[in-house]
């Protein structure tokens, strides 16, 4: 069965900082996507940046990129310069082709302190 | 601006009530789909339709009800069958599935229910 594990239930770290968010997954499906989710205390689920089975290069969005290790079936979020707004619920997820759902983890709580 | 519009954003039931949470979305995405979220869990899929007039249990569809009668809106009831109802409910809608699996689901803000 398709799942998602997130092994860090918090983490902190200092702004100004480079912080990385783990990911596992379990799939034997070739085909699937990774998504990244923010969700901030006020309840939205902003999406930041998606990685997909078939890409050769790691995702990159800004201040966000992915450390895809597809041999280890990981996707790491990695946030360079970490800012007091990227405190947040930090979400991974991922879709197989031939589905519509999406599977999440159980997030990772980040905290960026001054 | 094109968005997801949940509401009430909270909202309280008594016993043996039946409420409806509203989303509606102006982004012309032909899925929608609904979660629950309870604390210190990730999301867990309730609903989801693909077209109007279609759609299709998730992972947890036990007590709660949907309609899709317009590409718009995906409104879901809860019921009364429903014994633990208290949890963050989340609408999300994307593009179609043939369009590409990188495209993303969008979410709305939310809707925060509890028993009275």
């Known amino acids: 069965a398709q799942k998602i594990t997130q092994t860090q239930p918090g983490m902190f770290v200092q702004e100004k900082e480079a912080v990385t968010l783990d990911c596992t997954y379990d799939?034997?499906?070739?085909?699937?996507?990774l998504f990244w989710y923010k969700q901030p205390s006020s309840g939205e689920m902003i999406f930041l940046i998606y990685q997909g089975s078939y890409d050769q290069q790691n995702a990159t969005e800004g201040r966000y990129s992915l450390n895809f290790q597809k041999a280890r079936k990981s996707a790491n979020l990695v946030i360079s310069a970490s800012q007091l707004g990227d405190s947040a619920m930090y979400f991974c997820a991922m879709r197989m082709y031939n589905t519509d759902k999406l599977i999440f983890g159980t997030g990772t709580r980040l905290q960026v302190f001054p | 601006d094109g968005g997801i519009t949940q509401s009430p954003k909270y909202l309280f039931r008594k016993e043996g009530q039946n409420v409806t949470l509203s989303c509606e979305q102006n982004l012309n995405h032909d899925a929608m789909y609904w979660y629950r979220q309870d604390p210190g869990q990730g999301l867990r899929l309730i609903y989801y339709?693909?077209?109007?007039?279609?759609?299709q249990k998730g992972d947890i569809a036990e007590g709660y009800s949907v309609s899709r009668e317009k590409k718009e809106s995906f409104p879901l009831t809860v019921t009364s069958a429903q014994k633990n109802p208290t949890a963050f409910y989340l609408c999300?809608?994307?593009?179609?599935?043939?369009?590409?699996?990188?495209?993303?689901?969008?979410f709305g803000d939310g809707t925060r229910l509890s028993i009275l």
């Open positions: 339709s693909q077209i109007v007039n279609d759609f």
């Open positions: 799939t034997s499906d070739p085909s699937y996507g």
């Open positions: 999300a809608s994307r593009m179609r599935q043939d369009r590409g699996l990188n495209q993303p689901q969008h």
